[in-house]
């Protein structure tokens, strides 16, 4: 019986049929063959394997010969995934679904209400632009205010400002943050999707939210140390290096901000952007962007500003983006149609 159990296995394991004369027991059998039927599922989409016919073994252990049969299943599992394709699978998907094991019995009901659900979501959103907001308004104080302080005070010659300071720190300004779109081009596909490390925090932002904030955020904290190391180092120092490293850090803010705004408030809705969202030129970087959630091109766009550079070079690209803005476009229309028939 042992060495007719151990004939199946190496049946399942090797992809070869069994004479069908012999019989099988009642309980083995279904799961035997559902077993094998599983591994040439597997082997038939490698196109590696041969199509096994039905196997019959009588065996009392047949708890044993279905856990060995399941156990080469997984093997061939495993060979398919590595044999399948020569590049890395894609991780714009999930690896893992959003546990809810951190949630009180209590919230996970309240979750389930629709009335308790938006009064979260409408809380969520609040909380996150009040720091927004409060976040954006101190840095752009500061950044302004160390800047007249630097060239109007403390930079301050008998010849008055500078100049070759002054257009050293505007010209860094908008080199970095025109820099910053290639820069956030080349992270988020090779570090924050492609790097298993990155992509573990990264990943947050591709599952539903539950909460004001997602593990994502750190990178806008990451972003940030060296804006704020140049711009101290900027603001300490005289001369042209220390003025080239303050436009630096402020151009890495600019980038910053808008790119919170476009990303955070007008596409995903974490804050409402108000009239500017309604500019033609910043919606399409919004739906743009909305194609790289979808992964209709293995992920691209990967950068947010000129995220229709990108396109231009996948076949279609363009054609998808234009066709997502008119059913945009037609949607706002017929619910501001809607809107002006219930004021009626």
Known sequence: MVLRAKGVVRGLECGVARAPHRRVGATGRPRVLAARAQADRVRGSTATATTATTAAVGVSDDGAVASRGRAAVRRAGVDQVESSSSSRVYKLQPTSR???SRLSKEKRKNRKDPKL????????ARTYRFLAISSSLLMFGLASGATL???FFTDMGEDGISLVDFYGTLSCTVGACVGMEFYARYAHKYVWHDWQPGWSLHESHHLPRTGPFEANDIYAVANAVPALSLC????LNPGLVPAMCW???LGITLFGWMYMFIHDGLVHKRFPV?????LPSLKRIAVAHTIHHSEKFGGVPYGLFLAENELEKCEGGVEELDMLMERAMAKEKAELEEAEAARM
Do not use: C, D, M
């Open 232 to 235: 101290i180092y900027g603001f």
């Open 247 to 249: 436009g630096t850090g």
């Open 274 to 278: 108000g009239p500017l969202g309604e």
């Open 149 to 151: 302080v630097r060239f």
């Open 117 to 124: 659900r938006k009064q979260e979501k409408e809380r969520e």
């Open 98 to 100: 959003p546990s809810n």
